[in-house]
C-alpha cells in the first residue's frame, strides 16, 4: 500500500509569492492533517480537514489555508510568503481522524523562502 | 490535552536497551499514550500506542504504571539507525485530528 506522497519535495520561492502545496493520504484514509517544522517551533498543528471539511485549526494566521477533494487529496495554499514561512511541511493522514488512530505522515515539501 | 515532559537527548551504544521515560501529569482517561519516531528530513513514523500495562509491538515495548502519570518507551537492542528524535505525546480519543508534539528526545546511539 502507498505511503503518503507529498509534492513537491523541494521548493524555492520569495517574499511576497504564494504557493501551493500537495498531499495524496494513504488509500482508504479521510483524514489529513497539516504540520509546519522549524528548528525554532518544532512541529506546530496547521489544520485538519475530514470528508472535504475543515475540522480543526492551529494558530496561524489566514494566509494559511487548506483544501481537501473528494477523493481526500488536500491541498495546502499560503499567500503572500514571508521570510519566516520557511520550513518543512508535513502531510499526515488517518482512517477516520480520531486523535488515537495513528497519523501516517509524508516526508513533507520543504519550502524555502528567499 | 495533557502537556508531556521528556528529556531533551540520550546517548547510548549499539545493542544496549534504551529506556526514554515521559511524565504526563495531567493526563485524562480518555488520554492515550503515542509515540513518534522522526529521522532528518523525514516525517515522524508511528512507533507505539497504549492505554495502561504494557504495550509491545516489533519495534518497541511501552510501559504504563497504574497512575498513568508517566510512561517509557523500551528499545531492545538499538542500532544506529535508532539515532533519531523521539516524540511522546498524549491523544485524546475524539473527532478531532489535533496531535500536539513537544521537544522531543534526540537519541544518538554510539557504535
Known amino acids: 500500500k502507498a505511503g503518503v506522497t507529498q509534492t513537491p519535495r523541494y521548493l524555492i520561492k520569495t517574499r511576497g509569492q504564494q504557493v501551493t502545496l500537495s498531499c495524496s493520504p494513504i488509500s482508504g484514509h479521510r483524514s489529513v492533517s497539516w504540520y509546519q517544522q522549524t528548528p525554532g517551533q518544532g512541529l506546530q498543528f496547521l489544520f485538519e480537514y475530514f470528508s472535504e471539511t475543515q475540522r480543526n485549526k492551529g494558530n496561524f494566521p489566514g494566509r494559511f489555508s487548506g483544501r481537501q477533494f473528494s477523493n481526500s487529496r488536500s491541498e495546502m495554499n499560503v499567500s503572500t510568503l514571508e521570510l519566516g514561512d520557511s520550513a518543512l511541511y508535513l502531510c499526515?493522514?488517518?482512517?477516520?481522524?480520531?486523535?488515537?488512530?495513528?497519523?501516517?505522515f509524508g516526508d513533507g515539501t520543504r519550502l524555502s523562502i528567499l | 490535552l495533557a502537556k508531556t515532559t521528556q528529556p531533551i537527548s540520550m546517548d547510548s551504544y549499539e545493542g544496549q536497551e534504551v529506556n526514554i521515560t515521559c511524565s504526563h501529569n495531567n493526563i485524562a482517561t480518555n488520554d492515550y499514550i503515542t509515540w513518534y519516531q522522526q529521522f532528518p528530513s523525514q516525517g515522524p513514523r508511528f512507533i507505539i500506542q497504549g492505554y495502561k500495562t504494557k504495550v509491545t509491538n516489533e519495534v518497541a515495548s511501552l510501559f504504563i504504571p497504574a497512575d498513568r502519570k508517566s510512561s517509557t518507551l523500551s528499545l531492545p537492542r538499538v542500532s544506529l539507525s535508532d539515532t533519531a528524535v523521539y516524540y511522546c505525546?498524549?491523544?485524546?480519543?475524539?473527532?478531532?485530528?489535533?496531535?500536539?508534539f513537544g521537544s522531543g528526545t534526540r537519541l544518538s546511539i554510539r557504535p
Open positions: 505525546l498524549v491523544v485524546r480519543y475524539s473527532s478531532a485530528s489535533k496531535i500536539i
Open positions: 499526515a493522514s488517518s482512517l477516520e481522524g480520531h486523535s488515537n488512530q495513528p497519523q501516517h
